[in-house]
């Protein structure tokens, strides 16, 4: 891997951050959420309607991806209203790929080696030390079950995803018609659950919510070229830092506290989810 390309995974992950901090952000968690979900659809669209078609089989796991996204973003944005950006984050971050290495290494047919076992009971430690801190921290325990089913979520979307685009027979075309339905199902399932008030009506939720769809579809798209000019195992280890960078946001912009425990715990993620990527 160039050192170009290096610096422009990094800056995916830091983009990935960036969306979760700026949801963070909002007044309104939910209507952050709407407003980027909203920018999806065309963004989706954008991508999707030059290429060629999607494989008919491919269709209800666009569909199952799509309602699956409903539930990890609710659950994420529950998350940051009862919790720190530097805490909720990486375990949200860091459960998911430990709950795909598991399910995989136990209903799929991918073989598991030495050292991604490894790199599960790190990641396994890193979660459990970084959940011990909310009791040991003051913080509100209401926030785990909040970003630990959001980890559920994207571990869930993460294998569908991954059976989807083998099926679809384009995995760029399949991931944009997921962006489409992720958006419909989000966007009509709040204004179902919530009524038209969920729409933000202040400018500056708005600005907010379009850039953090802008800097999400920003940290896909360079993941997906950068996958195309290095090994994808290594890109996909290194789009992890991203762990980092919001514990480093929430440190340093939101605030919040950095204790060394808080510190540990995130560094054991990030080793541990390179670990079960390379």
């Not at 003051?138 to 294998?159: D, K, M, Q």
């Not at 991954?162 to 709040?190: E, H, K, N, P, Q």
């Not at 708005?206 to 195309?228: D, E, K, N, Q």
């Not at 000019?229 to 960078?245: D, G, K, Q």
Request: proline share 4%; glycine share 10%; net charge positive.
């Amino acid at each position: 891997m160039s050192i170009w390309v290096l610096l422009a995974v990094l800056g995916a992950a830091f983009l990935h951050a960036l969306w979760n901090a700026l949801i963070k952000l909002g007044t309104s968690k939910i209507g952050a959420m709407v407003i980027l979900s909203i920018a999806e659809v065309p963004i989706g669209l954008a991508i999707g309607l030059p290429r060629p078609a999607i494989a008919p089989e491919a269709w209800p796991w666009v569909i199952a991806a799509g309602c699956i996204h409903f539930f990890y973003k609710i659950l994420l944005t529950f998350a940051y209203d009862r919790g720190d950006l530097s805490r909720v984050y990486p375990l949200a971050r860091g459960a998911s790929p430990l709950a795909v290495a598991l399910v995989g290494a136990a209903l799929l047919a991918d073989t598991v080696t030495g050292p991604q076992y490894a790199g599960i009971a790190l990641l396994a430690c890193g979660i459990a030390l970084m959940a011990r801190g909310v009791f040991t921290d003051g913080e509100s325990r209401r926030l785990l079950p909040f970003a630990l089913g959001s980890a559920t979520a994207t571990a869930t979307y993460t294998l569908i995803d991954g059976l989807g685009a083998r099926i679809s027979g384009d995995a760029i075309s399949y991931v944009a018609w997921v962006f489409v339905a992720d958006g419909l199902i989000f966007t009509t399932g709040c204004l179902a659950l919530r009524g038209i008030d969920v729409l933000p009506r202040q400018p500056r939720a708005w600005a907010v919510g379009g850039l953090a769809s802008l800097a999400s579809y920003g940290a896909y798209a360079i993941s997906i070229w950068a996958m195309t000019v290095a090994p994808i195992a290594v890109v996909a280890a290194m789009r992890e830092t991203s762990i980092l960078f919001a514990v480093l946001i929430g440190w340093l912009v939101f605030g919040e506290s950095m204790t060394r425990g808080k510190a540990i715990a995130a560094l054991m993620i990030v080793a541990g989810v390179i670990t079960t990527r390379l």
